[in-house]
């Protein structure tokens, strides 16, 4: 059984920092694509970042420069360190994986997803 956990929200003024984490069991970590998405309320999901399996990087424009993705096959995590936070970072973030080569951008591609963590940035 796949499951993918996230953790690390949590409330922060803008500015803050904040890093995410998704801990993966049920599958080979290392043959997967990760992805973050998050959704406002009100809003449709949207995609922040992702990282293929060979480590390259993938970043809505929103958040280029501020988040960053990164692996650690090891121990089967993905994380997503946010700097910079603006109160429109505000969401429920959710960590996803896929098969698939390409085509991160797109909820579509994942196949499993985890249940998200609340971020808060205050002003």
């Known amino acids: 059984q796949v499951q993918l956990v996230e953790s690390g929200g949590g409330l922060v003024q803008a500015g803050g920092s904040l890093r995410l984490s998704c801990a993966t069991s049920?599958?080979?970590?290392?043959?997967?694509?990760m992805g973050w998405f998050r959704q406002a309320p009100g809003k449709e999901r949207e995609f922040v970042a992702a990282?293929?399996?060979?480590?390259?990087?993938y970043y809505a424009d929103s958040v280029k420069g501020r988040f960053t993705i990164s692996r650690d096959n090891p121990k089967n995590t993905v994380y997503l360190q946010m700097n910079s936070l603006k109160p429109e970072d505000t969401a429920v973030y959710y960590c996803?994986?896929?098969?698939?080569?390409?085509?991160?951008?797109?909820?579509?591609?994942?196949?499993?997803w985890g249940q998200g963590t609340q971020v808060t940035v205050s002003s």
């Open positions: 990282i293929s399996r060979s480590g390259s990087t």
């Open positions: 049920g599958r080979t970590f290392s043959s997967y694509a």
């Open positions: 996803a994986s896929t098969y698939y080569s390409g085509g991160y951008t797109q909820e579509g591609v994942y196949d499993h």
